[in-house]
């Protein structure tokens, strides 16, 4: 099956810093969708992107297909942000393939 | 509309006892799927329905595990004789085309 990894697993900010957060993806893809999982375990949308860029707030998001990766950039970074950021990708079928995620922790 | 609900929230149960969870979509979305997560992984994909036709089910999902989606409505999740490696963070998701919007989840704890 199609294997997606992410990087870096672990990223500590200060509040204020930038990041960026990258997802490799081993095969062609129809869907791609970044998730942002709080402390109390739920999944919060952030970008639907199976190509292209998109950005929403301080939040970004960059997918190359051909390439088979894509990027989820974050601004001026919040202790709110803190979290477990997943990439999921769908290759057929309908299911999503997780990641394993960054851990992100922003320091006041 | 208030999103994918999930009850229970948490469940505590001794192994070897059943175990059901339900899942209440998004009301127009056609789709649903129940993914499983231990700590410090990503969800893993457990099955899958459109309408009330479940189309597709991970080798993950062992005898022991059922689901149903009666009326392509809510849909139910059964674990029978529960074992320990069972714990994990039960996911339910639904979608109207390829975006999966998730639910709070189910925590399982098998003691």
């Known amino acids: 099956g199609i294997q997606v990894e992410q990087s870096p697993p672990d990223l500590i900010l200060q509040e204020g810093a930038n990041s960026t957060l990258r997802c490799n993806f081993s095969?062609?893809?129809?869907?791609l969708q970044w998730f942002h999982q709080n402390p109390w375990g739920q999944l919060i949308n952030l970008f639907y992107?199976?190509?292209g860029t998109k950005q929403n707030g301080r939040l970004s998001a960059t997918t190359v297909a051909t390439e088979r990766y894509s990027l989820l950039y974050i601004s001026s970074s919040q202790t709110t942000d803190s979290g477990v950021y997943f990439c999921?990708?769908?290759?057929?079928?309908?299911?999503?393939?997780f990641g394993e995620g960054t851990q992100l922790t922003v320091n006041p | 509309d208030t999103g994918v609900s999930q009850d229970p929230r948490h469940k505590i149960t001794k192994r070897g006892q059943n175990v059901t969870f339900r899942c209440d979509p998004i009301s127009e979305h056609n789709r649903l799927y129940w993914y499983r997560q231990t700590l410090g992984q990503g969800p893993e994909f457990l099955t899958y329905f459109q309408n009330e036709a479940q189309l597709e089910k991970s080798r993950l999902l062992s005898d022991r595990f059922s689901a149903e989606r009666p009326k392509g409505s809510f849909s139910t999740l059964e674990i029978q004789r529960t074992e320990q490696g069972d714990s994990a963070m039960y996911l339910c998701a639904s979608s109207l085309d390829s975006e999966q919007y998730f639910g709070p989840g189910t925590r399982l704890t098998v003691t």
């Open positions: 992107i199976p190509s």
């Open positions: 999921a990708v769908e290759t057929s079928g309908s299911r999503l393939t």
């Open positions: 095969d062609s893809v129809n869907n």
